[in-house]
């Protein structure tokens, strides 16, 4: 018993200093992509074609003096940043191995569980600060995220009615012989722009507008705070490339093309960023009342009278 607690133990530790580096990485991968969108050529000065430039941002980052407003409630607000990337490394506990370490039956309802209590660390982090700025990108924020969860909710149910189980090794297994994608392409796409308004990416950053608002819900961090909502930001995303490959693109994570497909999709995150505009917040709430709603509504009956159909006949 307590080998396999600690081979456990070593197996998450592992894992989370894949996905540290991971993010560290895609975050060069996209001040780079970003860079020649412009026509420039993004960092490059720091050693061999700008490489350690991640680990140059994050010693400049956390070296920094982190600045506590006098007003603010030290205790949430402190430790809101570290709730949060502790919610986007959880996430990643469902990833589907093969030698099974944490992965169990339920995860997708674990995953629906770590990004709900992703919205309450935002909140907290945006009321703590004691700052206006920070209170309404806050609120921004949470609506969103609630808006868009519950679009990816249903398109969820939609692949669990299809697949009769929570597991991702079931999803592994039903698309051995064709890919999710090409049954339902409308639901893939609902599900990308769900994926980048969950994880606030243009053209859905409202709780940021990094390019002509100051900073949205952590207006008031700095140095360490800052750092750590930037990883949770990052985790997030690369943990939403990941379910998208597992659901719609075969997701055998024993094969390498699992991991370029992962890298496409995070490219796929960083080309929207560096294409399209900023939308406009009532039609952000309209396109996901309006339209993903009854999409996904339509799929999961769809999805549920197939189911109901095959059965009939098997019986």
Known sequence: MWMEMISTLVG???????????????????????????????????????????????????????????????????????????????GWMVFPFVTVLISFNLGLLFFLACTSMGVYSVMIAGWSSNSNYALLG??????????YEVSLVLILLSFVFLVDSYCLFDFMKYQLYVWFVFISFPL??????????????????????????????????????????????????????????????????????????????????IWVRGTLPRFRYDKLMYLAWKSYLPLSLNFLLFYLGLKVIVFSFLI
């Not at 991971?22 to 780079?32: H, I, Q, S, Y």
């Not at 969108?37 to 956390?62: E, H, S, T, W, Y």
């Not at 806050?138 to 808006?147: F, H, K, P, Y």
Request: aromatic share 16%; proline share 4%; glycine share 8%.
């Open 12 to 90: 998450v530790l592992i894992l989370i200093v894949c996905v540290l580096i991971g993010v560290a990485f895609l975050t060069l991968m996209e001040r780079k992509v970003l860079g020649y969108i412009q026509i420039r050529k993004g960092p490059n000065k720091v050693g061999i074609v700008g490489l350690p430039q991640p680990f140059a941002d994050a010693i400049k980052l956390f070296s920094k003096e982190s600045t506590i407003p006098m007003m603010s409630n030290f205790f949430l607000y402190y430790f809101s940043p570290v709730v949060s990337l502790f919610l986007a490394l959880l």
């Open 138 to 147: 806050g609120l921004r924020a949470v609506a969103q995220t609630i808006s």
């Open 188 to 269: 893939m796409l609902a599900w990308f722009s769900s994926c980048l308004a969950e994880t606030n990416r243009t053209p859905f950053d409202f709780a940021e507008g990094e390019s002509e608002l100051v900073s949205g819900f952590n207006v008031e961090y700095s140095g360490g705070g800052f750092a750590l909502i930037f990883l949770a930001e990052y985790a997030s995303i690369l943990f939403m490339s990941m379910l998208f490959c597992v659901m719609f693109l075969g997701g055998n994570v024993i094969s390498f093309s699992f991991f370029l497909l992962l890298v496409m999709l995070s490219f796929f995150f």
